[in-house]
């Protein structure tokens, strides 16, 4: 039986690492910063959306091959549970009134996400007293997985952003882009990591740091349309 002493330890090396991204993520946008409840709400959606995979994902190794197979499909059922959780949750609601608003929840959503999810990697090392196997994780997985999970759910963010106030079917079609682009870097990560046995860790590790340049580099284009003919004191459009 797990202890008292370890799943707290379990969940702040998987929370505070995420907060830290996040901290990083919305200095992006200080200008005009999102209400600090829909930021946590955000974030508690990503965090829901882990006990919803969870399930999905070992029935899909009950009646999938191992291998690709099972890799497309945790893939597919993360950045898919992570999406309905946002729209659910957060996307619709008043709000959400600009472009940016929309990469921004993506992203909080994922980072919720990523917290619950290494604080559940970090309790088999824990647990078993292995403290510096549980500290070389929660690194491991704060400069790998968890910027993947930023980068993929951003394809979606920046797929809604790029769409804002088109019709209704131009933003099915957008989403359903972004959507897929999430599944694929997301599995491509995956099959790098899992199924090339770490001899493509370093290539994994590049294609997410890659994804992060181009992330942030869309996320000052979309900056720069929003602000360029706002004064620098106001947020208003």
């Known amino acids: 039986m797990l202890s008292t002493e ?3 330890y379990a969940f702040l090396g998987g929370i505070l690492p995420a907060l830290v991204w996040l901290y990083f993520l919305l200095k992006e946008d200080r200008r005009c910063p999102e209400p600090r409840h829909m930021i946590a709400l955000a974030f508690f959606a990503g965090i829901l959306s ?3 995979v ?3 994902e070992r029935f899909s190794v009950l009646i999938l091959p191992a291998g ?13 549970v992570k999406y309905l959780l946002a729209a659910i949750m957060v996307l619709w609601r008043r709000s959400v009134d600009e472009s940016l608003d929309l990469v921004i929840y993506m992203l909080t959503v994922a980072l919720g996400f990523a917290a619950l999810e290494n604080a559940l990697f970090l309790l088999a090392p824990l647990s078993g007293g292995n403290i510096a196997e549980g500290f070389l994780t929660g690194n491991l997985r704060f400069i790998g997985s968890t910027l993947l999970h930023v980068v993929a759910s951003s394809a979606i963010g920046f797929a809604l952003a790029f769409s804002f106030r088109k019709s209704r079917v131009v933003r099915t079609v957008f989403a359903t882009i972004g959507l897929i682009l999430a599944i ?3 599995a491509l990560f995956n099959f790098l990591i899992i199924d090339g046995s770490g001899s493509f860790t370093l290539l994994a590790f590049f ?3 890659s994804g992060a340049v181009v992330l942030f580099a869309l996320f000052e284009t979309l900056k720069y349309f929003r602000y360029r003919n706002v004064p620098k ?3 208003d459009i």
């Open 6 to 8: 370890t799943l707290i």
């Open 50 to 52: 882990v006990p919803l």
């Open 54 to 56: 969870l399930p999905l």
């Open 68 to 80: 690709i197979p099972v890799i497309i499909a945790w893939a597919a059922i993360e950045e898919t």
């Open 184 to 186: 694929a870097l997301h």
């Open 207 to 209: 294609m997410v740091w």
């Open 233 to 235: 004191n106001t947020c």
